[in-house]
């Protein structure tokens, strides 16, 4: 993790903790992406290996500013217990609170996680906030929320910060506000769960998230969030059926500079 004390430099980091789902495989954690700024730090999903990754890759869990929830499945959040028990048994706990964002439904979602795993989670270092409005400034991002196509709390985030644009699905499957939600975007991470012969109405297959990353004029596709059927096929090949941008296939600890 950068040490925030020495730049002045514009700095923007993407680090793909974990690029698998709830089906495990070798060598890929649950859904997880780290954003990390000049002057910030935040999680995006926090499926299960997360926190390890987080220790493999030498990253400080107690620098994480902000953890953005895309929707409430296991394989995004199921690490959230672990992180947040570690930031509070941490040695030298930061001072900040880490913030937790998330649709309508995270407020009783945490109540009842605490109402299970104990009352530490009230500590006022653990601020959750649902985000009710589309638009929120958040620390040195303008971020977007949209609803997406898969579970009825999912949202997908634009992140966007000196003109630079990073747009992330968590999981959905075609909707026209995934397109908007990916508009013209440096990076977008889009989801790519299932080869072309099997769709599924709520998941995209490589060749949907090709037309999506098209129809949006989206920069770089980063697909990700893979279950093993379609890690058996030709995913390159899918994808770039529709979309001539570049496309990277996310593995885990990839980072990207922007
Ligand atoms: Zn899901
Ligand atoms: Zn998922």
């Known amino acids: 993790m950068k040490d925030r004390t020495d730049h002045s430099d514009f700095y923007l980091k993407l680090t793909l903790l974990g690029t698998g789902t709830i089906r495990s495989q070798d060598g890929r954690a649950c859904t997880s992406i780290l954003l990390e700024s000049s002057e910030s730090t935040f999680l995006i999903d926090c499926g299960s290996g997360s926190w390890l990754r987080l220790h493999e890759l030498k990253r400080d869990i107690n620098h ?142 490589p060749s949907e998230a090709g037309q999506i990353a098209r129809q949006a004029g989206v920069k770089k596709l980063i697909l990700s969030h893979f279950y093993p059927e379609v890690l058996r096929e030709n995913i390159m090949l899918q994808a770039s059926r529709n979309f001539s941008g570049e496309i990277q296939l996310a593995e885990d600890g990839d980072s990207i500079l922007l």
């Open 64 to 205: 994480i500013d902000h953890i953005f929830l895309t929707h409430f499945h296991p394989d995004h959040i199921s690490d959230l217990i672990p992180l947040l028990f570690s930031r509070y048994h941490a040695i030298s706990p930061p001072s900040h609170a880490i913030r937790i964002y998330g649709a309508p439904g995270l407020i009783k979602l945490y109540k009842g996680l605490s109402e299970a795993f104990g009352v530490w989670m009230n500590d006022s270092r653990f601020q959750v906030t649902e985000l009710t409005k589309p638009l929120s400034r958040i620390s040195d991002f303008q971020v977007t929320t949209f609803a997406l196509n898969h579970a009825p709390e999912s949202i997908g985030y634009r992140f966007k910060k000196a003109q630079k644009v990073i747009s992330i699905s968590g999981d959905s499957g075609p909707c026209p506000e995934l397109i908007e939600l990916c508009r013209n975007a440096d990076i977008a991470i889009l989801e790519c769960s299932f080869p072309d012969d099997q769709p599924d109405e709520h998941h995209l297959t």
